[in-house]
């Protein structure tokens, strides 16, 4: 639709919702966004900025119970409450509130004795309370933008917004609707003003009184006001990023959806998705206005932006949504098979009885319709709907049913896809489907148990893996991840030490960076453990001298697994007590077990065949017996050392031959030891260990120690669970007490030095193609393999930009030839350029230590800080 008047301005209207204007803070983001919308001017057109607001949060939803406590004559607390509410926010802003409201306050005393005094609370004074909600907010918002040095025109919206329908029922006071033709004379009024605030939620009818537009209708007066200002645009400010492919608090892999038409929005509004008011967006349409949905807490991030296109051309599923609690009406009938007027006698009931249908579903023999949950449907009504309709057919009512609907444009050509996630239903009813006319919804009603996950189910298959598009964006979860890191992060060492990381940046490759402090510290908390009488730092972790000049400060030993590691310690540390280093090779020729004996090291072996085929060489010794706990563990298949596919230890089956062959070789097995798995978060996992190590060494008689092993884990994302190291200590506590009262050992390697180190690298090219956007980098897998090799998670941030929020989804990616060489996936990074700093968190283990000369790039080097 075009302009009807050539307006030489052009209308933005930005909605804030309870959430968004509920602090004096949240008014300086409203305030900013006002300032760059209104710095947008064209060339011969002005940019003027409607700004339509809520009441504050949860204000709405105690003025609408304040009735009701006035007719049973108790409103005390809840008028004090009110009031103190908008108070506090003034006393925070530095105004006086008491001042300022002094007007809103007396009305909203006056109406609650009203009520009292006539014992009646009429939907005209409902109304008048409620809309005192928006007033209030009002008042504080004007003088909050004065503060951001705005000058914003006051508009009441009863004088811009008439309602359509003036009768005198409760529906006309408090779920109104207003024309929403373009408004020449509005657009007349306001054309002095470049900034005008106004409250949402409420219009007037025609004898002048205040009317409602439903709960959650500020989205539509605001939807309104763009109509008929025919603005550029419609943006909904609200607490969260826009719409989602499912609900979030239910699916966290649910997508952010980027681009909608109208009409999937409505679908999915009216589905069930509270983000957005449905009746908003008839309006909108109609005018052409395109909508904007974006969080006013992550103001940076793009949300949902809603037109007449669906933002791709291919049919699409893009929403699986859950309604519960609907009931279904089952008719079923012999005779109704082509029965002239069945149907029409079957819904005249359903008037009859003041019943709204939803869905509707037929055969020959039966007719089922749904019901959806509205408080007002109770079980008097369903008994005189069932008595109406007895004599037309058998009526059965099922309660509790959910409807599970898939959205999109286009279903129809997809429902094939659906067949692998409907599978789960072969044993479970399908009580009704429902394919709607307009080819965007596609929905089948189950009982109500089976709903979520049901939604779950679709959701996961047929749109989470959906790559990032024009229409899909992050995920709930990434967000929230991004969020965290943002939040947490800024805790976190390599924030606070930023300045001197990126001092540190290297201008080409990688750099891994370890912070010695974070290192210290992690080491005496492993130090401090009560029950573990020894702890070597299982050194394949990190090898960096200054690393482990660090952890030999702090007088823990060293595991090693070559005479490479054990040669590197000999080196740094030239007077190092043997006795400090345990030697656990595996599968190593046997010159080494011979030079770890010559230099009177701890030696662990791991299989019979040292014992069996070398024996001279054990005589007189004193070993350690790896066993094969047969319990894989760890974070990926890779690094469960245990179990029938690991090659790590003595199947307990052959332990009695090894303690013969031992015995045979003149060697003394002094302790026994397992490890069967890295990256364990579990507390009870070393206690298991502990207790299968009890048991078995009960057949040794000389040995005195247990060695629990490592594999303490780390989280990989600031919303892991982190492992307790306390309970740890406790459960290995109990261990002590088994007679003969064992020495325990552990070798932990990761925990010490992982969330130490940060891999540095500078952002090289930016790529955007088939709806990736990718950040390449000097560093790639050659430095950090981990990614590639197990899917490990990293969190990525952009440490030039920390403090920028989230835009898009990206892909960071390096060097390498070779496609595994992505170092993170759909990772929310802020606007990235060129040179950028990215770190890559948690990589102080197996990091620098497991790079490789790949492609003849030379990997990350390394540096300290302390
Ligand atoms: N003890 C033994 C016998 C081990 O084999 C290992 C690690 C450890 C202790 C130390 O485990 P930690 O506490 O670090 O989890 N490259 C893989 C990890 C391989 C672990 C190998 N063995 C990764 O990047 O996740």
Known sequence: MTNPAPFPHIWTVLKFGGVSVAKPENWTVIAELAKTRLKQ?????????????????????????????????????????????????????????ATLLTKPFATLDHLTAGIALVREASPRIRAELLALGEQMAGMLGLERLKQEGLDPAKL????????????????????????????????????????????????????????????????????YFAAKLNAAKLEIWTDVPGLFSADPRLTPGARLLKALSYEEAQEIATMGGKVLHPRCIGPVRRAGVPVEVRSTLQ?????????S???????????????????????????????????????????????????????????????????GLN??????????????????????????????????????????????????????????ANDLNFTVVVDGAEGRSLAARLHEELIAPAPSSPVFGPSWAEINHTESTRTQGAKSWWITKRNALLDRAPETGGRYVYDLETVAGRARDVASMISVDRTFFAMKANAHPEVLKTIWTAGLGFECVSPGEIKHLITLFPDLDPGRILFTPNFAARHE?????????????????????WPEMFKRTELILRINPDRPRGHHQHVQTAGPRAKFGIPLDQLDTARQAAANAGAKVIGLHAHAGSGVVDAAHWREMGAILARAAEDFEDVRLLNVGGGLGVPDST???????????????ALKHVPPGYEIWMEPGRYLVAEAGVLLSRVTQIKQAFGTRFIGLGAGMNSLIRPALYGARHEIVNLTRFDHPGVSLVSIVGPICENADILGTDRLMPETEEDDVIAITGAGAYGAVMASRYNLREPADEAVIR
């Open 299 to 307: 103001p940076g991030l793009a949300g949902t932006m809603i037109t």
């Open 379 to 436: 079980q008097n009504r369903l008994d005189r709907l069932r008595t109406v309709l007895e004599p037309l057919c058998r009526v059965k009512i099922i309660e509790d049913a959910a409807a599970v609907s898939l959205v999109g444009y286009g279903v129809r050509r997809i429902l094939h896809k659906l067949a692998p996630a409907l599978e789960m239903f072969q044993n479970k009813p399908i009580r009704l489907v429902s394919q709607a």
């Open 593 to 613: 077990y011979a030079a770890a004996l010559e230099l009177g090291v701890n030696l662990t072996i791991d299989g019979l065949h040292p014992l069996t085929e």
């Open 41 to 97: 001017d064209q060339p011969g057109k002005k940019i003027k900025v409607l700004i339509v607001h809520s009441a504050i949060a949860d204000v709405s939803n105690r003025l609408e119970a304040l009735p009701d406590q006035a007719l049973a004559g108790d409103v005390g607390d809840l008028i004090a409450d009110l009031k103190q509410t908008h108070l506090d926010f003034a006393a925070a802003a530095g105004l006086d509130g």
């Open 309 to 375: 296109k669906p933002g791709d051309d291919a049919p699409q599923l893009k929403a699986v949504s859950v309604k519960s609690g609907l009931r279904l009406v089952v008719m079923e009938g012999a005779g109704m098979w082509r029965q002239v007027g069945f149907l029409a006698d079957v819904f005249a009931c359903f008037k009859q009885c003041d019943v709204s249908v939803d869905l509707v579903s037929t055969s020959e023999t039966n007719v089922t319709v749904s019901l959806d949950p509205e408080p």
């Open 719 to 733: 919303q892991a669970s982190a492992l307790d190291l306390k309970a740890v200590d406790a459960l290995l506590g």
């Open 156 to 223: 009441d919206a009863r004088d811009a917004l008439e309602a359509v329908s003036y009768g005198l029922d409760a529906g006309s006071y408090l779920s109104n609707t207003v024309s929403d033709g373009p408004d020449p004379a509005l657009q007349d009024r306001l054309s002095d003003a470049d900034l005008v605030l106004t409250q949402g939620f409420v219009a007037r009818n025609n004898r002048g009184e205040t009317v409602l537009l439903g709960r959650g209708g500020s989205d539509t007066s605001a939807a």
